[in-house]
């Protein structure tokens, strides 16, 4: 093999594989199927930042693959955008100098680039979950909304209160698909509070609690501007 994209092609040389030594057909077998279901999951699931993380970027861990999957969406616009420029003004937390010029290196060299191109061509999608193609209630609808990524990225949010137009499950779905860590109780660490209509006195703690440490507060209109979106 030359390179990551032979791995699945190796079913091709079956026959090669099987007589090396101590490889025998069976073992064979199951190195190919799992291979085969590993790129069927590549190919039908949109799983950027797995494959971010499979190309062994440098500087590039499990949790700095998903927060530039989450951000670009897809390899094509992380590619567009790996440079200087953006990245020194860049509003993704924790892509400091070190993991950007890394970043910048790794898709300014060409063979890079062509093994892109070679898993591409073999199936693999490069494309992040909040891109799918769905249905008018799949995320992938609100989730192109820039300017709630940019209030949200990388933030520590709380939602409290009933919503008119959203749901509170899906609500949490769209602010972590826009790269927001949601929890369920408020400190001082929170950035952002969500807030819908008080029905408790727990709600109105929070509240309290956020207006006290000057914390941000959202409601339900500012996030219907933010997002579009309506249930």
Known sequence: MNGIADIFTLADHKDEISNLPRWGSKMVSNVLRGIAVAKQNFANNNNLERVLYGLGIPQVGE???????????????????????????SPIPDIGVVVSRSIIEWFSEEQNVKLIEQLKQLGINFNARNKSAGSENNLSNV????????????????????????????????????????????????????????????NTSKLEFAIQNNIEIVNENQLIQWTGKKK
Do not use: C, P, W
């Open 143 to 202: 989730l192109v909304h820039d300017e709630l990524k940019q209030k949200v990225f990388g933030k520590k949010v709380v939602i409290t209160g009933n919503f008119d137009n959203f749901d509170r499950t899906h609500l949490k779905e769209i602010l972590v698909q826009h790269g927001a860590k949601v929890n369920t109780s408020i400190s001082k660490k929170t950035n952002v509070l969500f807030v819908g209509g008080m029905t408790k006195q727990e």
């Open 63 to 89: 949790e700095t693959a998903q927060k530039l999957a989450s951000y670009f969406g897809s390899i094509d616009a992380l590619r567009e955008n790996a440079n200087q420029t953006f990245f020194s003004t």
